[in-house]
């Protein structure tokens, strides 16, 4: 093989053109990769956060990744009826241009337990207590950790700890953060007398107790600032959990059925309402 040969083969000049899409790579300035300007935006010796967000779309990686899901939560949160077309199906209210302007994306907030346990637990309280979201779903650790954390604090610790050695001085490792153990005494402690109130109620008033109604109660019970759920009760924001006794709080629940049996916990129900806001929202994101 010749040295032009070898040349021609590793040096061929592409053809693209400014505009193009090739093989989904969109060709524009729009698109090329540029980073965020720090000493443009230091000038002024302020910072300008919105810049350095949207900057992300182009940095490439994973930031970029990161810059498209700033964009959709954007386009969530700026979203309004009035941008849509008036359709013949519209109410007479909803042909308004008042009510077009208020009506908002119905925005569903889901996470897991580990971002509960960690310090993404107040960001989270931050959107419900700022009303940003309009339902929430999370596991069953993520209801809980909420509460616990109301109750005693949780520790940095590695991720190398081994779990098994740490189990020996009653310590609990959530990836590299600890939970002593007295924290689930101190909720088991909160809790029960609570069970004991929504089967007295259940029992007396004959109220039909759901995953997201139990929720509810515990974010009333627990009165507590720092608290997601108390905020999320507070703002009469849902919040589903399908899977209620898969953790802690479902050892609780079983233990307490022994003790004073009859409580009984509706998952149907919530099945229906979230379904019925997903159906109702003129926008869901």
Known sequence: MSASTVREAVLTPSTHKEGESIKGVEISKEN??????????LKE??????????????????????????EE?????????????????????????NYRREKKCTIFLG????????????????????????????????I?????????????????LSGSSLRLSMLNR??????????YCKFEDWVVPILDQLLEDQKKEGTLWTPSKVIARLGKEINHEDSIYYWAYKNNIPVFCPALTDGSLGDMMYFHSYKSPGLVVDIVSDIREINNIAVKAKKSG
């Open 73 to 97: 939560i954007n386009k969530m949160l700026n979203w309004r009826l009035s941008d849509e077309e008036i359709l013949e199906t519209d109410s007479e209210e909803e042909r308004e241009m």
């Open 32 to 41: 090329q990769v540029c980073g965020f300007e720090w000493e443009e935006s």
């Open 111 to 142: 996470y897991t337990s580990n971002l509960v346990s960690s310090g993404l637990r107040e960001t989270i309280k931050f959107l419900v207590k700022n009303k940003m979201v309009d339902a929430i779903v999370s596991s069953a650790g993520g």
């Open 174 to 183: 959530i990836g590299n953060l600890v939970v002593p153990n007295d924290n």
């Open 45 to 70: 010796e302020l910072l300008d956060f919105d810049l350095l967000m949207k900057s992300y779309r182009t940095t490439g990686f994973q930031a970029t990744s990161l810059g498209k899901s700033i």
């Open 144 to 160: 809980e950790e909420d509460f616990i954390k109301c109750l005693a604090p949780t520790y940095l610790g590695d991720f190398s």
